[in-house]
């Protein structure tokens, strides 16, 4: 395959979305993504369809992509990480399956980030804004990890009696160490952008509104040697692995956790949720919980029969 046709635009690249923008810039064979999630800037069913989507189209001509960049379209939020508004309607109805499909969507999001070198991509991450629970767990196994100053990030969950997020352990413990991880999940803290790139899980702080140059700055210092690159980057995985099994393993143990809260949390946790959906401008609150029905039902009828109907779902 010469150059040439490295270069060349895919034919997915103009595939339409709902909850993200997806475009390609040919000289550096990059695909950039960026997400704007309704009613809650979060990890939803639907957007992690269409995350999973994106994915699946870049496997499909392997060595087309060879960066991949992620950032957010809501000012003041990259992502409030799992989708607290379903957990409530699920916990409520005691669904452990749907749980535990909720659990396997996200652990397959960041399995993708974590075994990205093997498939020849190398990514970044933008991120300006809040990033909380789920939404800092899915930048940690980026290759390069950008936050404008203004940004935070933590471990909430643990405040308000919930679970942390799935794979919150793992990836701050290969980062950062057993004693750093132990602080940020158990204390539930908020850490500035300096405060994490002092405990190695930020790479690159810039000012705000700097983060634009700051991508393009890692893309043109990676893109002359991204062979040898990518050849460290998977010799560390080997390092300091982290297997997918033990990621489903949390999935089991995070449902486990999640039905034994309290109605008391479980208020709480609406909540938190309808602040999520003030916050990032997400319309009609009163809207969330058939929003999320109808998410629910989608992604079962994608897995019982591998055809995506996410099409179907209103717009709002």
């Known amino acids: 395959m010469t150059q040439r046709e490295i270069a060349r635009p895919p034919a997915w690249i103009d595939r339409r979305y709902r909850y993200i923008r997806v475009a390609w810039d040919h000289e550096f064979s990059l695909v950039r993504l960026s997400t704007c999630v309704k009613p809650i800037q979060c990890y939803s069913l639907a957007a992690m369809a269409e995350l999973h989507q994106v994915f699946a189209d870049i496997a499909s001509e392997p ?62 991450v933008l991120v300006q804004g809040d990033t909380l629970g789920g939404g800092l767990e899915s930048v940690m196994p980026f290759h390069k990890v950008i936050f404008e100053r203004s940004a935070q990030a933590g471990f909430p969950e643990v ?24 602080e940020m999940v158990l204390s539930g803290r908020l850490y500035t952008a300096e405060q994490l790139v002092r405990r190695h899980l930020v790479d690159v702080v810039v000012e705000d509104g700097e983060g634009e140059a700051a991508i393009a700055q890692v893309v043109h210092q990676v893109h002359p040697r991204l062979r040898g690159v990518l050849a460290a980057l998977q010799a560390r995985s080997f390092a300091a692995p982290i297997s997918y ?29 309808r602040a999520q959906v003030r916050k990032a401008g997400g319309g009609d609150e009163g809207a969330v919980e058939e929003i999320k029905r109808l998410e629910l039902d989608t992604a079962w009828g994608e897995e019982r029969t591998g055809i995506t109907d996410w099409a179907s779902l209103p717009s709002y």
Request: with cysteine; glycine share 6%; net charge neutral.
């Open 245 to 273: 099994e033990s990621l489903l393993a949390v999935v089991d143990h995070w449902t486990a956790t999640a039905l034994t809260l309290t109605d008391r949390d479980l208020r709480l946790m609406e909540r938190l949720a």
């Open 159 to 182: 405040l308000f009696n919930l679970f942390p997020a799935m794979g919150a352990w793992n990836f701050t413990i290969r980062k950062a160490g057993f004693a750093v991880a132990n």
């Open 63 to 124: 060595g087309l992509v060879k960066h991949y960049v992620m950032t957010s379209d809501v000012p003041g939020v990259f992502n409030f990480g799992g989708d607290l508004a379903l957990f409530v309607l699920l916990i409520r109805a005691r669904d452990v399956d749907s749980l535990k499909l909720y659990g396997r969507r996200c652990i397959d999001l960041v399995w993708w980030m974590e075994t990205a070198a093997q498939r020849g991509v190398h990514t970044t």
